[in-house]
Structure formats: C-alpha cells, structure tokens
C-alpha cells in the first residue's frame, strides 16, 4: 500500500488549499492526515473511516479543516481554510493508527502572515 499526498503550496494567512491522498494499493478503509513542522514532531491532524460517518480532528483546526474521501476513485481530501501560519509544515496522510505504512514525501504546506 502506498499513499501519496498532493496539492501543497503557498498561500497567504486565511487562505485556503485542498490536499488530496491518492491510494494507489489496496484500499485504507480509516486514513488519516499527519504534519510535520521544522523542528517538531509528526502530529496527526484528521482522521476519517470508510464511510465517512467518523470524522476526527485536532483541536488547533476544528471548524477550519475538513476531511472527506472519494471511495471509488480511491481518494481522500483535506480541505483547509482560514490557514494560519502555524499551520505551515509538510502533510502525509496514511492509516489513521499505528502500524503505519510507509511514509510517502507528503506535500509542502506554507502559509504566510
């Protein structure tokens, strides 16, 4: 299984970007999106199941930040609005828990103030 995240950029502070999680293998039924600032630790950031009705997010992007999936093309999105500087680091997205996958390169995210 190998999950690959897209569409990182660069964008202004209250700005908006969509990430996307292809799963090119077999289907991840719980994905999760992660970060990783410079100098910091990877931290999870949402998590969703198969169908969708299970949403979890850390409290710093709650009602800023929404994960959804497309099932049959096999895709998961993190949409993020109102971006904050602090919200710059580069994003993976891989199952939702431990045992991890292997960790894809993620996608740079930066926001500036």
């Known amino acids: 299984v190998q999950l690959q995240a897209s569409g990182g950029g660069l964008v202004q502070a209250g700005g908006s970007l969509r990430l996307s999680c292809a799963d090119s293998?077999?289907?991840?039924?719980?994905v999760g999106w992660f970060r990783q600032a410079p100098g910091r630790e990877r931290e999870f950031v949402a998590a969703m199941n198969w169908r969708g009705d299970r949403k979890n997010y850390v409290d710093s992007v709650k009602g800023r930040f929404t994960i959804s999936r497309d099932n049959l093309n096999n895709t998961v999105y993190l949409r993020m609005n109102s971006l904050k500087p602090e919200d710059t680091a580069v994003y993976y997205c891989n199952a939702d828990k431990s045992p991890f996958y292997s960790w894809g390169q993620g996608t740079q995210v930066t926001v500036s103030s």
């Open positions: 293998g077999r289907i991840v039924s719980h």
